[in-house]
């Protein structure tokens, strides 16, 4: 049994689950390897995600453990069998391995909601704007470690271009359409592509005024991120030092309820294409063009 050096957050979040699995039913490590006449160190290594499991194996075991979710099994079966690789597997070397790990979950999400305070969501980004961000972050980068940077974020933004694009909804603090990142002709760029961005069918973008903040007390960005299957959904919470990747039930319902409160005291989406009647009400798209009108201004 060869045990793994490298542990990813696939193979971390597959042994949480099936340590869930066997505590809901009770049993102990022996007990529950018994079940598949596995030795409980196997199974134990398996939990802590240090070695695999094969898939017919998972089954059996989620059977033992009375498990009868057909979906949420065979979304076990698929952490399981995947290889990891994708097109993120030639920036393994270059790139930390929460960003690999967030591109990797990315990458099989169907539906993802976004909020961000200071800043324009990553998969939201212009490249001028991501180029100023990283700069200005990394003053001492060199060319090639910005190019790298940008290039990365570039890729995780083909996810919109699929065949099957995973849901986008992005709630954006008003703080962050007024921060100038890079000067204003690149924030009126970025801005313009928040609205070109918003006519596509799978986004939604909210804008969270200031004066309707304070009845949301959301303070740190997240993602939270769905595969489409109930209890398998992570929440993404980035800080410099470090990512926390939360899956508890409690902490899902958390964040499940703060995307609720964020979009309930957001104003009402940006529809480019819609009606000037629509935009006679306080909106989105209304609060977009006049932060974007201010950036011109200053250009003079």
Known sequence: MALRLHITERQRRLGIELRKLREAAGLNLADAAALIDMGRPHLNHIEAARTAIPAERLRELARGYGCTSAPYIDALVRMAESNGKGWWS???????????????????????????????????????????????????????????????????????????????????????????????????????????????????????????????????????????????????????????????AQDLDHYRAAVDTLARNALPSIVPAASPDRHEERDSWGLVQHVLYTHRGALR
């Not at 800043?119 to 100023?132: F, K, S, V």
């Not at 100038?180 to 070109?196: D, F, S, T």
């Open 90 to 248: 030639e920036y393994r070397k270059v790139m930390p391995a929460r960003a690999i790990d967030l591109a990797e979950l990315e990458d099989s999400t169907t539906e993802i909601a976004s909020y961000e305070t200071l800043l324009i969501p990553g998969l939201l980004q212009t490249e001028p704007y991501m180029r100023a961000l990283f700069e200005s972050a990394r003053p001492d980068a060199t060319t090639v470690e910005i190019d790298t940077l940008v290039r990365f974020r570039l890729a995780r933004q083909r996810i919109h271009t699929g065949e099957r694009p995973p849901r986008l909804h992005a709630i954006i603090h008003e703080a962050a359409l007024h921060m100038v990142i890079g000067g204003p002709h690149i924030m009126r760029g970025q801005l313009a592509h928040l609205i070109r961005a918003a006519a596509h069918q799978h986004v939604t973008i909210q804008v969270l005024p200031f004066d309707r903040a304070h009845h949301t007390w959301v303070s740190a960005p997240f993602l939270f991120l769905s595969p489409g299957v109930p209890g398998l959904e992570t929440v993404f919470i980035e800080h410099p030092a470090a990512a926390l990747n939360l899956h508890e």
